[in-house]
């Protein structure tokens, strides 16, 4: 087995079953503790089988009020053995920038990462920026 | 400034992109945990108008170096010409890995999203690691 970090060496007995990571904890509607953000107001997590669905949306006046909806283009347990996904990459293309989007489930939140690239780089002004926002669900507004 | 500042209504862009300051990530950043099982450390140089990041696994006796990949980076907030985090993407034949990074306080929070593609029945997962800056770019190059 090749690994290129001390924790990838895994015994073969103690390694996961492909493809049994569940995104089933990230569903629901989940809201910015932040009231006043500027970013993303609100998230949105189907899941579809081992297939999760994702809507972002922001308060149409520093960021569109609806991103669109996107499938992660990796779903991540907690650890290597596997277990329920806890965490995911995706990317939003919104024209005028794409964003990168890690996000993970942490003591009841969702913490979610941008990585804001602008598109336009035709001279001095705006620059890509990064931003980390924490979200609560719903129910428990 | 909030985002609002450089985005019309819709998130309409009419800010332009500038070229980011990347001295505060640039030399050597080790591990806080010196027995850390993941990643040991990175180090940051500027090739030609390129920022790429060298990364070394743990390993005993001699970490495992991943080699060099390009470095997108991104400033706190749009506005703004210092870089504070970056994004990179390693794709190591066996496994691929997404490393979405930022500074809080002196220190470099590295989150990594790593997916194995041998086969070899281990789990895409989640880690979440912190070093401090070892060495500057002067003392790297």
């Known amino acids: 087995m090749k690994y290129l970090r001390a924790q990838d060496h895994l015994e073969n007995s103690i390694a996961a079953v492909p493809g049994a990571l569940s995104p089933s904890d990230f569903s629901g509607t989940w809201f910015n503790t932040n009231t006043q953000t500027p970013g993303v107001t609100r998230v949105t997590c189907r899941a579809e089988g081992n297939t999760l669905r994702i809507r972002l949306e922001g308060n149409g006046s520093s960021e569109p009020s609806d991103w669109g909806e996107v499938t992660p283009d990796l779903l991540c347990a907690a650890n290597i053995q596997g277990g329920p996904a806890m965490s995911f990459v995706t990317s939003f293309d919104l024209g005028f920038k794409q964003v990168q989007v890690g996000a993970n489930l942490n003591q009841g939140l969702l913490v979610i990462a941008t990585y804001h690239r602008l598109q336009n780089d035709s001279g001095a002004g705006a620059s890509n920026y990064f931003a980390r926002e924490f979200f609560h669900r719903a129910d428990q507004s | ?141």
Not at chain 2, 69 to 82: K, S, V
């Open chain 2, 1 to 141: 400034m909030d985002n609002s500042e450089l985005y019309g209504a819709g998130g309409t862009a009419f800010a332009v992109k500038r070229t980011l300051d990347a001295s505060a990530l640039l030399g050597e950043w080790s591990n806080t945990n010196n027995s850390a099982t993941g990643i040991a450390r990175l180090v940051l140089t500027e090739t030609g108008d390129q920022i790429v990041v060298r990364v070394f696994g743990a390993g005993h006796p001699q970490p495992f170096d991943w080699g060099e990949a390009p470095a997108e980076l991104f400033a706190d907030l749009p506005g703004l010409m210092q870089a504070t985090s970056f994004t990179s993407f390693h794709d190591l034949g066996f496994m691929s890995v997404w490393l979405l990074t930022y500074v809080v306080k002196g220190v470099l929070v590295v989150v990594s999203f790593t997916r194995f593609q041998d086969g070899s029945g281990r789990s895409n997962y989640f880690g979440k690691e912190f070093f401090y800056r070892s060495r500057e770019a002067a003392a790297v190059q």
